[in-house]
């Protein structure tokens, strides 16, 4: 057996929920949701080092590539409606920038093209994000996300 073959049948140590386990690499984000029974209602993070926001581990079938102890953690995720579609918002904020994403995934962007981003929250909260701006997100907080070229 190559040296390359031995390496993808090696096991990695990995922790999820403080739990350690043992899987190959590359592996799934289902199969990993899967080894650690995280629930229909909570959402997978790799740890990240540094300043930077921990990396949402996707219940799909791509490739996710590990390293030896990796560490993964569950947390549950809140519902929020962007433009009438239920999405599963794994963070505490939303920015505009991110709500924008969700409307449109793949633009238009650039040049005059500008959105407003209003939002209201189940207790009749409302207002507005501007670029830069962000919010804390509650369950079922709904965002009105419009393109709204520059006149």
């Keep these: 057996m190559s040296e390359a073959e031995a390496e993808k049948n090696r096991l990695f140590r990995i922790h999820i929920d403080r739990q350690t386990f043992e ?5 799934t984000g289902t199969a990993l949701y899967a080894l650690g029974d995280v629930g229909p209602h909570k959402k997978l993070f790799r740890e990240v080092d540094g300043n930077h926001d921990d990396e949402f581990i996707p219940r799909e079938d ?3 590539r590990l390293k030896e102890d990796d560490h993964f953690y569950s947390q549950k995720a809140t519902t929020i409606f ?16 991110q709500a924008v994403k969700l409307a449109f995934p793949h633009g238009p962007t650039g040049g005059d093209i500008r959105y407003s981003v209003s939002w209201t ?3 009749g909260q409302e207002g507005s994000l501007r670029h830069g701006q962000s919010v804390v997100v509650v369950e079922e907080m709904i965002f009105d996300v419009r393109n709204t070229d520059k006149s």
């Design 121 to 123: 929250k189940p207790d």
């Design 62 to 64: 791509e490739h996710v």
């Design 23 to 27: 899987s190959p690499n590359p592996t």
């Design 82 to 97: 962007v433009n009438g579609t239920p999405e599963a918002w794994p963070h505490r904020k939303i920015s505009y920038d």
